[in-house]
């Protein structure tokens, strides 16, 4: 289990205003397309610009991406105080379809809100490669993107809460128990 099992998918009230879930894997494109897509006062929380926000780029130490992931989640509670009108862009690697309904659900993001952002792997191993900014992280960027392609092809959303409820059976959702429960109730 993962030290921040419970600051990946954390408990966030529901998001007033419109939420614009963009994944994919590294190197995918995801924070070019919010770029080129938001419009100017739109909200856009994106874990890799957070980062650049505490002075790191794509090389970041451990000890410092729990703080990273606890303003991220801030930044995600706090769109359930913003307005109807605004809108607010979340860039999520989330590699399965059932982590990506977890963070539809929790962030209320409509069917056509979801962008799902999958060059080839070629395109995304010569991005990776072609970017001065992923140079000391590029071996670790491609495992990340094979991580990526495996987790999604197998429908697999990694890191699983390990509470276990009064009934004695485990309350994360997507834990797999309850993924195939829910499918032959």
Known sequence: ???????????????????????????????????????????IIDLDLIAREYGYGYDRPSW???????????????????????????????????????????????????????PPWKELHRRIMADPARREVRQRHLQLVAKWFRLERNNDPGVIKQDIGEDGYPTDPLHPWNRTRACTA
Not at 7 to 14: N, T, Y
Not at 101 to 112: I, K, M, P, T, Y
Request: glycine share 4%; with cysteine.
């Open 64 to 118: 410092v991406i729990g703080d990273m992931l606890d303003d991220r989640n801030a930044r995600l509670a706090r769109l359930a105080q913003e307005p109807p009108q605004r809108v607010a862009w979340v860039v999520l690697t989330a590699p399965s379809q059932s982590l990506r309904q977890w963070w539809r659900q929790a962030l209320n993001v409509q069917r056509d809100d979801l962008v799902l952002l999958v």
């Open 1 to 43: 289990m993962s030290d921040f099992a419970e600051q990946i998918r954390p408990e966030l009230p529901r998001p007033t205003c419109r939420v614009r879930l963009i994944c994919g894997p590294p190197a995918a494109g995801k924070t070019s397309y919010v770029k080129k897509h938001a419009a100017p006062g739109d909200i």
